[in-house]
């Protein structure tokens, strides 16, 4: 693993911007990875049809806490609509570092519960190409199994590939026109 791509995730992962509760909050998510047991929530706080606010909270490795508090930076100030169009690519970008395949759902998780919490949409992000390709996603739920594996320097991956993946999504206080979704 080379020094810098360790430092730049240990560094947000150790010192993570935008971590904690919010309240007040008007949207939550709660989502988990099934590969190795990321567990990860978000508050947010909307103004004017804007994310004025926002926390993440939860647990698990480094890369998937470290992208969470990059991606955190760049998401206050976005306008909910544009939530719903941001896809795996944006994020991995913004992380700047190679992502394998068995940590690709590790990166991606945040944008997944922040996803899901602003338009209700649970699933997990893919590229553009990925979407464009007749295959589907290569972030399917199917085959996790085969790519269990120790995850990084901070912790061990647990044995979670026969956990059910769970996701809650609710608004709290209607900010408009919104209808209610997710486990209410």
């Known amino acids: 693993m080379d020094d810098l791509y360790?430092?730049?995730?240990?560094?947000?992962?150790?010192?993570p911007h935008n971590f904690g509760e919010l309240d007040p909050h008007d949207l939550e998510g709660l989502e988990?990875?099934?590969?190795?047991?990321?567990?990860?929530?978000?508050?947010?706080?909307?103004?004017?049809?804007?994310?004025?606010?926002?926390?993440?909270?939860?647990?698990?490795?480094?890369?998937?806490?470290?992208?969470?508090?990059?991606?955190?930076?760049?998401l206050k100030g976005m306008?909910?609509?544009?939530?719903?169009?941001?896809?795996?690519?944006?994020?991995?970008?913004?992380?700047?570092?190679?992502?394998s395949a068995t940590r690709r759902k590790c990166a991606l998780l945040n944008l997944k519960v922040v996803r899901g919490a602003v338009t209700g949409d649970n699933s997990?992000?893919?590229s553009s190409t990925e979407a464009e390709s007749p295959r589907g996603s290569a972030i399917s739920n199917v085959g996790d199994e085969e790519l269990?594996?120790?995850?990084?320097v901070e912790r061990e991956a647990i044995g979670a590939r026969d956990t059910i993946p769970t996701s809650e999504h609710r608004i709290l206080k209607p900010t408009g026109n919104e209808e209610p979704h997710g486990n209410d």
Do not use: T
Not at 6 to 15: G, M, P, Q, V
Not at 33 to 41: F, K
């Open 124 to 126: 997990w992000p893919v």
């Open 6 to 15: 360790r430092d730049y995730i240990l560094e947000h992962y150790k010192r």
């Open 32 to 74: 988990h990875n099934p590969l190795c047991g990321d567990e990860l929530g978000v508050h947010i706080r909307v103004k004017d049809g804007r994310i004025e606010d926002l926390r993440f909270h939860g647990h698990g490795c480094a890369i998937s806490q470290a992208s969470a508090s990059i991606a955190s930076q760049e």
């Open 79 to 99: 306008q909910l609509e544009d939530i719903g169009k941001l896809d795996a690519d944006w994020m991995i970008e913004l992380l700047g570092i190679p992502v």
């Open 148 to 152: 269990a594996e120790p995850v990084d």
